[in-house]
């Protein structure tokens, strides 16, 4: 189990935790093939990370192939009809609207399928800028140590002593709204914990012979770190990315959630609960749904990640 | 042990300039004239827009406080540095500069809103503290028994979930349909509930994700300490496993999550943005937000700083207890690889 | 201060637009009160006569800065000005002063006579220099928050001097004598009188320049209720009888401002028997009409009949950036303003209980249908005609919607975009925090921006002047129009009343023509008083009348 250091409140503590946990993270294996393919056999056996990925294939499918269907059968999730609008305000959940309908009588269920689509990509890429600049610093401040480390993990526990939401609005303020943002916000602070995670991974790998034996070789720096190191701590960074999503995803949300998140008219699981929240007393099931949406896939992807941390032998040291 | 809490409290000073000197220059860069945003939609007029840019040090001013125009007859926008200056000067009186937005000096709001977020975070610690712990501590300790499956489900589902619409959930299943609880805000003079009872979901909100990993590391510390050589020593000598645990294990598995607590209990005391928003709680974090929003730096930089330094005085507390609990730890050398 | 405001918020926060008005306040509630602290306020509270009011927490209560409707409830409560405007004769009439001021001849000079023996609630008599001193405060530049309605002012002589530091004073304000209170403008103002309405133009006593920060704090006035102790901020202010009021005694004993920061525990605690006048949160409005009656004219509760909905002062409309090439024709702007169905958002936003805008101006300010505006009906094939017949293709518009993210919007926006998609324009929307958001506006980077603009004074030029003068402050667009600026000069001097009403009406339906602003709706309060009200008022100006409010 990781933590998502997105979560509010104690990013900060939660960062600390994760990166004490971590200390010892590395991989056991040095024999990648084999890894993977025990990796793989051992993960089949996991039913609860299967069901993850059953769930997030699933939501992945359904997300993608929306446009082919989620128009015609439960109608536009954006558009809306002037002329009997108040006639489909915020109908209960039925047959026709599995989900019910909102304010202006849009399909929420086909809202939240395109809100699928927001959360996911927020999920991906955001861990994927995370994860490049939080490798590249992770290996800058390992391999080359000395004053590289220390101005680096400096830098790192800046951005973790700073109250992490208020830390996104203020970037959100500097670079504007929109989802583009969102994903550059994100990806832009998770890196701390993921340099920390790469970092220790390398400093453990790098003791090894066969790095000694290479740099004997005359191999360069960078081919190093390539083609020995990285491969090495991919399992590490691997599960920590997949959980990272789960994060990424919660961030977003409660982005959204304080209106700085997508752009109206377009639909986002946490933009979803903010508009649910006023009708709390009348038409729960508006805020309840998405938050269920939420709740499970951010639970397939932390599943998931244990269950590849279980597979691929990553010490992280379970909490 | 003295010699490294003054060490430790000397390196406040720099952070706190380093800080300080980050959000003057977010005050360059973040879009917005926070003045103009005083009157919102409607503008000012250019005379009262003056005044007011002079009397929070924004335009040069004489010793008489009257403003200095150019040879055009425009203001002299002050220099950020010389504004950093002044801030310096004036914080060595007390003094943290004036809201824009209010008027009310930044010091008493800190005071009036900083109990509340205090308050909060104590009674969240406390049910961290208290159903974490034991929540960890029976799952390891039952191990594969029901009740270990069901604090991993829940622990498992909890940080699944947006804090704030465990909130919000919260707030219809107790207040909306059960009605036995508030449903947000502090009590007053004239309240439904009781005051105590006010606190009883923000603070189950804001401790929820917490109290789940609090659980997840108690539970795998004392699975971890109880397989040591140690245990299986006392084991074999027939200590029974209650004793073996209340005596041996329990002390060393409790280290990681005092730390972890005493950590969250910094991160509380740092205000939460997304609880206070759902139950219009009025602590720091979202006054904090709401400055943000309204560039109202001297709130903004006031209630950023001094959360820093809270932050900063629990980890320092947290260190030093630490090293009591672990003899193992000294105190001085750096901080453990991380 | 005229500034947009949502009846779920005050003018300010949701001018701020730090509080998503519709939803961050919806559920959540607050009594910001620290239950130990209650200290008299509990005895107050306790009081069986005593009028239990919501208020979120205001700005400022010291009249010197009174603008948002929190703090002018307070002020209104404990403040008395000159005149006051008398809503159910729709005109000015004396307050403070003992009749309506005499005019002189060429319109500039003003002079007012007090009643005799007026006291502040310590005591001090209330003189002529007393409101000299209240309205300087307002011109004041070195008080240590200068105040930000100085503008009430701006006609009055030698207020841009003082504002300026070049005067200690207003040289257009003269205390003659005890009794006599003359005011010069600079040129003439015929509405003058209702700016005297505001309750920023009050007296104060030598105390406010003596300690002006405890007075900031708990403000001494000349009104028929006075502070019992400084505002407890978050938590409550305390408001009793003045026994030396110069005028009728009020039937109540006082009013206990409880302070909440959303209006949805405040309808809780309403709900709990601890209110006696709350906000009705969104989607509760019929239930509470069913449970309490609604009382016919929206703005007085009685028994029976305790629901308010009532049409406010204010304004929420669209401004058409007059840069952007499609929003330049005038053909375009009336063609997106028939094709919005504006009776469709208020129905289903707003429970009905707004009403569609169809001119820049509620009709309580002058009923008279030449204020109406053509253009303001929905008729989306009459859009279309309108297009075509100017040579348009409807695809080749597009425009963006922009508004601040977190003020609530989203939903009208939305609204608006379909209806104008509906007709082939393309629309995107834009949204930004608020603070760029100001920024865009002032830079004129939007295409059809949310704005909204509530009355400083019940008066036809006060929604005319500020907004479509060509060098108003708050013309955002830059709307020009040469006849427009000639008439609203004219008619400012027109001392007739009947006569000037025509004038504005005629203005206003040549703006109408030229729709440089898409008026969206008219907002309402939507309030409930309990059943202890025999008798309370609240009026359009959301101003809450204590003086005459009756208890059981």
Redesign the interface.
Known sequence: ?I??VH????????A??V???H?GAAVAGAKSRTLWGDAFNRLKKNKLAIAAVVWIIFVVIVAATADLWVPQTLGDP??????N??GM?RLAPSLEHPFGTD???RDVLSRVIYGARISLVVGLVSTGISTLIGLVMGALAAYYGGIWDTII?RLAD?FL???Y??FV??M???I??GIQNVFIAIGILGWPQIA?VFR?AI?SVKENDYVDAARAMGASDVRIITRHIFPNSVASIVVYATMNI?GAI?TE??LS????GV???DPSW??L???G??????Q?WL??LP?LA???T??AF??LGDGLRDALDVKM??? | MGKYIVKRVLQFIP?FL?VTIILFA?QN????DPIKLIAGERQLDPVTERNIRATHGLIETDENDNIIYDENGDTIETPMWKRYVNYLGDLLHGDLGTSYQRGTAVTDIILQRYPYTLQLAVVGIIIEAIVGIGAGIISAVKRYSFWDVLVTLAT??L???????IG??L??IFG?WLHVLPISGVAGPIAQYPAWMYYILPAIT?AS??TA?TA??M??QLL?VMNQDYIRTAKAKGLSKGAIIRKHALKNALI?VV??VG??F???L??????E??FSWPGI?RE??VA??QRDWPIVIGM?TC??LV??IINLIVDVSYAFLDPRIRLGSSK??? | MADIKNSALSRRQFVGGAL?A???A??AGCSNNDGGTAGSGATTASGENVFRFYLSEPAYIDPYNAQENQGTAVVRATFDTLLTWDWDKNEVTPLAAADLPTVSEDGLTYTFTLREGMKFHNGDAVDAASFKRGWERLADGTMASPSEIGYHLAPVAGYAEMAAGEADEISGLVAVDDLTFQVTLTAPMADFTAVCCHPGLAPVPQAALDDPAAFLEQPIGNGPFKLDEPWQHNQYITASRFEDYYGEAPKIDGVYFNIQSTPDTAFTEFEGGNLDFAMI????IQETIDKYGESEDGFTVTPGAQTLIGTELSTYYLICNMDNPSLADVNVRRAISLAI?RQ?IV???YEGTREPANSIMPLVIDDNEENVWEYCAYDPDRAKQILSDAGIDPSTISVTLDYN??GGH??I???I???L??IGITVT?????W??YLNNLSAGNYGLARLGWTADYPTQDNFLYPNFYSTADNNYNHYNNPEVDAALDAARQIADEEERKAAYRTICHTIGEDMPVIPIMFYAHSYVGSERCVSFNYDAQTIPHFETAELA
């Not at chain 1, 929240?277 to 009348?282: A, D, F, I, S």
């Not at chain 2, 860069?29 to 917005?32: A, K, L, R, S, T």
Request: zero cysteines; charged letters at 10%.
């Open positions: 189990m933590y998502p979560q509010q409140p104690g990013a900060a503590a939660h600390d935790a990166a004490a946990e200390g954006t558009a809306t009809a002037s002329d609008m108040a305000s304010t202006l009588g993990m800046m002593a700073f109250p939401t208020l609005i203020m959100i303020a500097v504007g709204n920390r220790s400093l789960g919660l949300s409660a959630y304080l209106g700085m752009v109206p008219p946490g933009t609960i903010q508009d929240q006023q009708y709390l007393q009348t729960p805020m309840i938050g939420i709740l499970s951010v639970l932390t599943l040291k379970d909490a | 952070v380093g977010m860069i973040v879009p917005g498992s589902l940080v699944a979930m947006p804090a704030f619409w919000m959930l707030q219809l909306v804001l994700v917490s990993y997840r590391i539970r795998s971890d990681p730390t972890y950590m969250d910094g991160a509380m740092a205000g939460a943005i997304l609880t928003t759902v974090g904090t937000y943000i929003t950023v959360i820093v932050v900063m453990s690889e991380s | 998503a519709s939803a961050l919806a559920l949160p969104t989607g509760r169905n469709n129905d289903t936003l993210g977190d989203e939903d926006m939305s609204s975009q379909a209806d998609q509906a929307q834009n949204t930004t925090e603070a760029t």
